[in-house]
């Protein structure tokens, strides 16, 4: 098991790097701790059709991109809720949004 991390900061500049390199868009909607902190991720395309990711801790200690919320025509705003609830629980917490039509591909 590796237990190294890359720093928050870095990630984040990756992914939004890869996005755009690729025709997408990316933007930072909260920053976060700058080495350690916490990731979550929306990915839309064209702002619809969102779905928030976040890295979960696995039994074997790796961390998995894990579904956590997806857009509902029912309540459109779920998603923004749920990542500002976070966002004042944990101050570290970074949150980013891609927007891409495959954009899901970006968080392998």
Same mark, same amino acid.
């Given at each position: 098991?590796?237990?190294?991390?890359?720093?928050?900061?870095?990630?984040?500049?990756?992914?939004? $790097?890869?996005?755009e390199?690729? #025709?997408?868009?990316?933007t930072? =909607?909260? +920053?976060?701790e700058?080495?350690?902190?916490? /990731?979550?991720?929306?990915?839309c395309?064209?702002g619809?059709?969102?779905?928030?990711?976040? $890295?979960?801790?696995?039994?074997? #200690?790796?961390?998995?991109?894990? =579904?956590? +919320?997806?857009?509902?025509?029912?309540?459109p /705003?779920e998603?923004?809720?749920?990542?500002?609830?976070?966002?004042?629980q944990?101050?570290?917490?970074?949150?980013?949004?891609?927007?891409?039509?495959?954009?899901?591909?970006?968080?392998?």
């Amino acid at each position: 098991m590796d237990t190294a991390r890359i720093p928050a900061h870095l990630e984040v500049a990756g992914l939004l $790097r890869a996005v755009e390199a690729q #025709g997408g868009f990316g933007t930072v =909607l909260a +920053k976060g701790e700058h080495e350690a902190g916490t /990731l979550l991720v929306i990915c839309c395309d064209r702002g619809t059709n969102g779905c928030l990711f976040e $890295r979960m801790p696995q039994l074997d #200690g790796t961390r998995k991109w894990t =579904l956590s +919320k997806q857009e509902s025509h029912e309540n459109p /705003l779920e998603i923004t809720e749920y990542w500002q609830r976070r966002k004042r629980q944990d101050h570290d917490l970074w949150v980013i949004e891609l927007d891409h039509p495959e954009a899901t591909r970006f968080l392998t």
